[in-house]
């Protein structure tokens, strides 16, 4: 039973593994980055400081900061050494059935994924504070798109990915159930501006591959 479904995990990898596409090779490799997420993060913690004030806006950057240490301790601090799991890209046995971009192959050892649990854990903390629907599906969809370029791109099995998010699920919810009394409601908060800055995010990703493609 657990070979069968090792052999499913690789199978489900290997068919969203990868394209012939540079464009959605670019894709991927930006939406993987950390960095250009960053403004729309400042973003956030700028509105509300706006409307909660900063004591508030510092505790919700509290949260983000624990839900990435907790998440990303277990995962990388504990699991991929004690596991030893080696990533897809990794794998002498994959090394003529996997597709690399620009040869890149990550760490040494992917289980579980670090990024399905980081963007899962803050995606679930910011979404049961702020509670609209718009801005939950945006934040469920950034953590989902960030997954699927870890499985395009090769540096980690399917398995990886639904252990990572379900780690993230836990980890934001019980960073929420530690500090909602302490920050309080923020469903108040108009985040129509966040909600167009985060779109505005998604099409600058979409159009620039292209153009760094060429």
């Known amino acids: 039973m657990f070979d069968q479904l090792l052999e499913l995990d690789q199978s ?4 969203l593994n990868g394209s012939d596409s540079l464009v959605m090779d670019k894709l991927m490799l930006i939406i993987t980055s950390t960095i ?3 403004p729309m993060g400042l973003l956030l913690l700028y509105i509300i400081y706006r409307n909660k004030g900063l004591k508030t806006m510092l505790l ?3 949260g983000i900061l624990l839900c990435v240490l907790f998440a990303d301790l277990v995962s990388s601090g504990i ?4 596991v030893e799991r080696l990533r897809p890209s990794n794998n002498p046995d994959l090394a003529d059935k996997i597709d690399l971009v620009n040869n890149y192959h990550g760490g ?3 289980f579980f994924s670090s990024h399905a649990a980081n963007t899962m854990s803050v995606a679930v903390f910011l979404s049961a504070l702020l509670r609209r629907w718009t801005i939950v599906t945006l934040l469920i ?5 960030n997954c699927w370029s870890r499985l395009y791109l090769g540096v980690h099995y399917m398995g990886d990915i639904l ?3 379900a780690w993230g699920v836990t980890v934001g919810w019980g960073v929420y159930l530690i500090l909602r009394r302490h920050i309080g409601s923020l469903q108040d908060i108009n985040m129509r501006p966040a ?3 985060i779109l505005l995010t998604f099409v600058i990703i979409v159009v620039s591959a292209p153009i760094l493609a060429a």
């Open 36 to 38: 250009v997420w960053i």
């Open 79 to 82: 699991c991929k050494p004690l």
């Open 60 to 62: 919700v950057l509290g």
């Open 163 to 165: 252990v990572g998010l």
């Open 108 to 110: 040494r050892y992917g």
């Open 195 to 197: 909600v167009i800055a």
């Open 141 to 145: 969809f950034w953590s989902l798109i």
């Open 12 to 15: 489900v990898t290997l068919a």
